[in-house]
């Protein structure tokens, strides 16, 4: 009689529960055909695009949010040189291109001869790659845009390589991450420097190699997908395409030693494969090549003991990373500024030697191991610094740094393979299996120590976005900051400027002529510019011009004569950034000046 009352009710209650209203569908039958059409994509494409995730959370939030919060300002090191090229550089390639102008020859700066860019790090491959977020957003953004991006990739394509020679995801992870986010990615990523930040190719042919290897990929494949990678390479940066070289030829060798009998055809294959595949690479760097040599730079040479790998720099960070231990203070701050960008970490070194020692029979972990010694000799230079002092005998392959493409090279930047390497050798630690849950914890607790000492090094961007550091020089009547003056922003200069008039950018800001150049998308020329150590000078203002700041008759006559030779038409004056005698001077030299938009603009009539 109940259970009868009970189906009446219930018949009842669901008679009055059913209205004319319109009901959502369960949530799982909702997102059921996107459900569909992820469970479709490989898992290997599901955790890569997992892993970007992460690295593009953790590094914005964690180390680029000041840059991240502020893309339409072009705040990276205001005082400095270095970033305003390379966002001009983002800028000059769309327009020498849809111009119909060699890309490799400005007369937009330095006019009216112009300059050479075939000797500068333009980084092509970059500006073009950028070039739809350039063209929608402005070169300002699309500069932020690649600086907050770059380092993620490069972690990604670290951990794409790391996850097909493991087959784990957190492992590769873990690697994905010590590559991309290693202190030499992050110092010249804060510094502006895309030619040195744009390292995710070069993970990338490791997982060409690897693909190769198990039969994945065919060999036309192979040679056309190597060819490409390694001829962008050199489209981003001439130099690291030469240590390429050097270290895939290294590579090689090492690989043909330490492989069995039965192996050894096979790499004398791999050989063939990629030599074919940098010979096609050559074949289309070769106008870039040609013209290069053709137009090759005296000035290029530039060596320097600092510009070499203090050995005892791969296991002491900075002196504030010390923890108060005076004597590795003493030692780190005797060093100097030296190669902060290629500190490694003992724990890291104990990854290496401990992979070898417990799989001392797997051929990777001998290539890996042998393969970061080549590294850490080709870094060391041309002569072997010890305590900051140099070693009177030259190492056996210091004539490489005798090539015309090595000659103003840098050898610590080699050690961008040596973070690939220790990438490696830690997804392989951390994948190898073990036979006891306390092994398993023991090889992540030291990987994780590893990459705890490489990360507690880093540099962030909070310090990069300030106008100018604690020990820059600050006139009373500058007001650094890292706006773009609105006489720029907001379009003024064309009321006051002619198009294609050669223009002079008086003040302090680095490289601002570049930068002003660029957002207005090369609407005036400019008589100065820097483009890098060997070829310009830091502070490439005209002697001419400069010399203003003591207005004696001597100085205000070649003064007058050069703007009539140079057919300049204007000084701007940027007063933000403006010493005192920069406001004042020019109109002691016959100019009459007009403050709109935060500068002051002196017409010469010569223009």
């Known amino acids: 009689m109940d259970a009868a009352n009970a189906r009446t009710n219930s018949r009842a209650w669901q008679a009055r529960a059913v209205t004319p209203v319109a009901v959502w569908p369960p949530l799982p039958f909702q997102f059921a ?48 040189t270095d970033p305003d090229f390379y966002l001009w550089s983002m800028r000059w390639w769309p327009y020498a291109i849809t ?157 043909f030693l330490v492989a069995g009998r039965g192996q050894r055809l096979r790499v004398l294959k791999l050989a063939g494969l990629t030599a074919t595949a ?30 070499s790998l203090p050995l005892s720099r791969l296991i002491l960070p900075v002196s504030d990373k010390l923890f108060g231990l005076t004597p590795l203070i003493l030692i780190s701050n005797h060093i100097g500024r030296t190669a902060i960008d290629d500190y490694v970490g ?3 070194l104990l990854v290496l030697v401990a992979l070898v020692a417990f799989t001392w029979r797997s051929k990777i972990a001998w290539l890996l191991s042998i393969g970061f010694v080549l590294v850490i000799a080709l870094a060391a230079g041309p002569h072997l610094v010890l305590g900051g002092r140099k070693a009177a005998f030259a190492l056996p ?15 610590s930047r080699f050690m961008v393979f040596g973070y690939l390497i220790l990438a490696f050798a830690l997804a392989l630690w951390l994948a190898k299996r073990g036979k006891s849950r306390l092994a398993l914890l023991a090889r992540w607790g030291l990987g994780l120590l590893a990459a705890a000492a490489l990360f507690a090094d880093l540099p962030t961007s909070y310090a990069a976005v300030a106008p100018t550091p604690q020990y820059y020089p600050v006139a009373a009547t500058m007001r650094p900051t890292t706006k773009l003056p609105a006489f720029i922003a907001d379009g003024l200069y064309r009321q006051y400027l002619h198009p294609g008039e050669t223009v002079v950018i008086i003040t302090q800001r680095g490289n601002a002529a570049m930068l002003f150049q660029a957002a207005t998308n090369f609407y005036f020329r400019i008589d100065n510019g820097y483009i890098n150590a060997s070829l310009t000078p830091t502070d490439a203002t005209p002697y001419q011009v400069e010399a203003i700041n003591d207005p004696t008759k001597g100085h205000i006559k070649r003064f007058k004569n050069y703007v009539k030779r140079e057919k300049i038409g204007a000084i701007v004056v940027d007063r933000a950034w403006a010493e005192p005698w920069m406001l004042t001077n020019y109109g002691k030299a016959g100019l009459h000046g007009t403050s709109v938009g935060g500068v002051i603009i002196y017409p010469t009539g010569s223009g």
């Open 33 to 80: 055909r996107l459900r569909s059409l992820v469970a479709r994509v490989p898992r290997p494409a599901r955790q890569a695009l997992l892993a970007l995730a992460i690295y593009l959370i953790v590094f914005i939030t964690a180390l680029g949010l000041p840059l991240a919060s502020h893309l339409t300002v072009p705040q990276l090191r205001a005082y400095w």
């Open 99 to 255: 111009h119909g102008l060699n890309p490799l020859y400005s007369a937009q700066i330095w006019a009216p001869a112009g300059k050479s860019l075939a000797w500068a790090s333009s980084t092509p491959s970059v500006s073009l790659l950028m070039w739809p977020v350039t063209a929608a957003f402005g070169v300002i953004v699309s500069y932020n845009v690649m600086l907050l991006t770059v380092p993620p990739v490069s972690a990604l394509a670290a951990f794409v390589a790391a996850r097909r020679l493991t087959g784990q995801f957190w492992p590769a992870l873990l690697a994905g991450a010590v590559y991309g986010f290693t202190p030499y990615e992050l110092v010249h990523d804060w510094q502006g420097q895309a030619n040195l930040t744009v390292i995710a190719l070069f993970p990338l042919m490791v997982y060409l190699v690897l693909l190769w290897w198990d039969g994945t990929l065919r060999r036309a494949w192979f040679v056309t997908a190597m060819a490409a990678a390694m001829a962008l390479q050199f489209y981003t940066f001439d130099e690291a395409f030469l240590d390429m070289t050097v270290v895939w030829a290294g590579g090689l060798v090492i690989g």
């Open 278 to 307: 940098y010979v096609a690479a050559i074949a289309v760097a070769s106008p870039y090549l040609i013209f290069a040599l053709r137009h090759y730079e005296p000035m290029l040479t530039r060596q320097n003991d600092g510009f």
């Open 346 to 348: 003992i724990p890291f």
């Open 397 to 411: 392959w210091a004539g490489l740094w005798n090539l015309p493409l090595a000659r103003s090279a840098e050898p």
